[in-house]
């Protein structure tokens, strides 16, 4: 089988279930290779949860997930993982390591050295300077932080990013270069992308799809021009109605 005949990542009937809490409830869909993907809806709403089958930080309560085209339960971890970059939150760099050895991390538990030189290249494509590799990360805003977390998501060359409101506790300046930065780097380096928002407009400006979630389900599946067009649901346009009324009040206000 080729990469072309099968989507990069595929759910089945995926459902995750803790305690009586049923998270994610029976999702089915595909993702082609190259899709930049955003995973919307309101906190508890089981994006999270969904996002962590693709590379078993959740393992399913039923159903199934197949990244290019295998289940990622029958591949071994950390083959999984190496293929599969993850941007979360709070980053987690480790204190004690410089930038440089926390980007080279994921490469090292692989068995290969980063050289110098690849990380100056990590680092520059976060627009970093490559200096920043002896810095220690207590030193670092909150915005350097996160794009040394998307450099060290980066070092393994994977096919696919992951992101878990990778942008979320940033300054809103902050928060649309990085986004934006990351969208030109998947373009750049043909990666196919999932990131969960809760933030309508971020989905909007930078998906080529947006899903959205409500209960454990996917409840809308369309582009951002479909979705800015009145389709998706109401579920989908009250999460349309925010950004597009702070926009009208803007406008409003600039008359
Ligand atoms: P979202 O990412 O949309 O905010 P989550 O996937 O984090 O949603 O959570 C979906 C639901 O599952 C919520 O009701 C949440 O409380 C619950 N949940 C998530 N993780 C756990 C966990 N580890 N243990 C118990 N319940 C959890």
Redesign the pocket.
Known sequence: MTAQDHPLLEFCDVR?E??G?L??SGVTLAIPQGQFVALV????????????TVNRL?EPSGGSVRFDGEGVENRPLAALRHKIGYVFQSIGLFPHMTVGENIAIGPKLAGDRLSARRIDELLGLVDLDPEMAKRMPDKLSGGQRQRIGVARALANEPQLLLM??PFGALDPVTRDALGERVRTLHDELTLTTVM?T?DMAEALLLADRVLV?DS?RIVADETPHNLLSGGGGDIAQGLVAVPRAQFERLAELSR
């Open positions: 995750k803790y305690g809490t998270a994610v809806g309101a906190s508890g709403s089981g994006k999270s949860t969904l996002l962590k959740v878990d409101e969960v809760h979630m454990g």
